[in-house]
């Protein structure tokens, strides 16, 4: 309105200006029409000088770029299959690189939802034979006592409980939080409050649990209840926003969100307690001095209690890059791939605005004799592909939306954080600023075509409507250029096809659908003596074995490493191993699936027996038979027995060196593990199972029930989430490319109807026009194809992180993909060869 009235106001005094300039005029001795004539010839031209006003008033450009988008609006509501299709094509290559930065930003970018999480570290000693860095309990409390680096510290460790509901039981993922864990994370409890550091037998209940298990009943706050079969009590309640970000390797191969979280072990238990640290640093404090500080007290607590030093060594780094792991290559070749993708429909939109360019070359002439500047016309057509852009943008933003929620309901814990994962500001920020980008990428091309073209022939009557030898050339390019990119993400994508496959391959009678696994952890004060726990477990395989649909079945505990002092003299003398070692019934071994190799297997009676799997036996004796020998695990033992190397806990991963001893030859247990082998669906079987061993003694927590070939699918659930999206993105590429080459070869065909009649009405057969057609596409497919091979030589070395047991640049991998996207595009070219081998001559050569 401000506007409209200062326009009004202007002709108005325009209008008073020129009429006191005829009166003054009149008095001087003119006629009425001569004065008003000299007036308007005094004051010039009216128009003009409205229009120069007028542009000093406002902003041009903005009113230009206002009329170029509400034409270009026009425009596309005219051709409404055209904008579908183009924005559907941007909407998936740009949907699918903003789901790819929204996990990114969570787990890489996003500050952890702590106080000072920049200051975060994550501590520990790195166990090469373990391959992780761990800490003792002990060490913890030192490191605390005496480390000056540090703004406090906390400890932390995983624990599966069973917790009393009123109800029944419920098991649970716990952790144990000792030190400043509440200070750290900045934690305040919604209900009751947070046990302090010294409180023993208390928990602090996660919202969602304390929702799901109590009804939200804020008077069971502070009540007693029985966790693992021990006396305990509810401190509080944390709010729902409160979320874990700490590491927990323990958990690593199967992740569950943490439910509750209670004191920390006995002080009788903590001097072997494995344990994870994290620390706040000190304002100005680096970490290169906080890591020197700490070796130096680590040396002298070594020195001061006289023990050897220890084989681990001592390191610190930032707690979310802890956290993020090796996700982060990963995440970076998804992104990658996502653009690509998007790379691949934006050709495809330049393609198709190529070919919309050459029916709009007249309509562009007629706006430019009108009057119309080149670089305002070439504006206007920017403005038409920011529109479809924004149109994909906001489709895209839909698709994002669907594909994180679909990722974190199927595999929410493949990576770290992407249960977080959700659009935001800085995701639509990232979205818009690639819709832009992308609109100039498409949008250029066509525009710059008609900047070059001669307008002056396009207005000539009769001109054809096409840019020639050219533009051709341009849209096969793009082609080529499509074929390349989508060959680059279909070679990532078939090596890791290969290595799921290498991972999945499974020795000769290792059926792991048919084998259930379960753990049961020892609770209550009941069974902290070895009896009591051998009863439990010999009532359990009784009344499992005895099962209907059981064939075998079996418990086993792991010592993680110890040390074998006592390898065969002929060996090395004094030689040390670090092994792992299974501490089996007869039955377990079977039970998984194991093959024997030679000896015999390990017998109930078997005080001082061991079975050695076949890396163990090649690390212990070499060349030599190990039947008979004899090793320290850490008591004296004979070999009886050589197993078969299986991959039965970790799909990505060779069998590490084992030995198996005796069940029997073991101290008491936290907990054990137990292998069932059934005769059919292990699946159907594992609720009766799981309810079979509950009735023995409802307190002791019986979890992780499920069927082997399941707990090794959740192994490798990182690399099945990158085999999921880099799948899903090289089949969305072969698509595009494939309606690309189509499109290109289709819009030949169209332009070049009349001299394909004129070829069949000189007698060409039509199978030879269809042959033309292929051959036409041929060059097209070879370039891209061969430019895509060599990319893809290059590329794929960034990757060889993520493969098993296949190479980056595995010829049968590279030579598989080139034939099938051959194939694909002779697909593609199909229907235009039909088509132009079905032209009519007679409708043809009247075809203008």
Known sequence: MTRRRALGGLEEDIRDHIERETQDNIERGMTPAEARHAALRKFGNVTRAMEETRDVWRWIWLEQLLQDLGYSLRSLRRNPRFAAVAALTLALGIGMTTAVFSVIDTVLLKPLAYPNPERLVWMGEYDPNLQRDIAMFQDFSDWRKQARSYDGMAAYGYRQAVIGTGQGSSDVTAVYVAGDFWRITGARATVGRLFGEEEADCVVLSWDLFQREFGGDARRVGQPLVMNGRPARIAGVLPRSFRFQFPMWWTAAHPQPVEAYISPPPPAERMVQFTQVVAPLKPGIRIEQAQAELESLEKHLVEEAGREPPIPKVRIGPLQEKLAGGSRRALMVLLAAGGFVLLIAAVNVANLLLARATVRRKEVAIRAALGAGRMRVMGQLLAESVLLALAGGAAGLLLARWAIASLVRISPFAIPRLAEAAIDTRVLAFTLGISLLTAILFGAGPAFSLWRANLHDALKDGARSSPGLAGQRTRQMLAAVELSLA????????????????????????????????????????????????????????????APGVLSAGVSTWFLFDDAPAFPADTTPGQTHLIRVNAASPGYLKALGMTLVKGRWLRASDSAGAMLNESMARQAFGAMDPLGRQLSIPQPATVVGVLADVKYSKLDAAAAPEASVGFEQVPPLNGTEIAVRTAGSAAALAPALRKLVTDIDPSQPVYDVKTLDRALAESIAPRRFNLFLLGVFAVSALVLAAVGIYGVMAYSVAERTREIGVRIALGARRGQVATMVVREALPIAAAGIAAGLAATWALTRLMATLLYDVQATDPGTFLTVAILLGITALAACAAPALRAASIDPTVALRYE
Do not use: C, D, W
């Not at 290969?498 to 009678?509: C, L, T, V």
């Open 487 to 546: 060959i680059v993400l279909l070679t990532g994508a078939g090596l890791m096809l290969k290595s799921f496959a290498r991972m999945n391959e499974h020795a000769p009678g290792f059926v792991p659908e048919k084998v259930i696994v379960m753990k049961v952890r020892f609770a209550g004060p009941q069974y902290e003596e070895k009896p009591a726990q051998q009863a439990y477990l010999r009532e359990l395989l009784r009344r499992v074995e005895s």
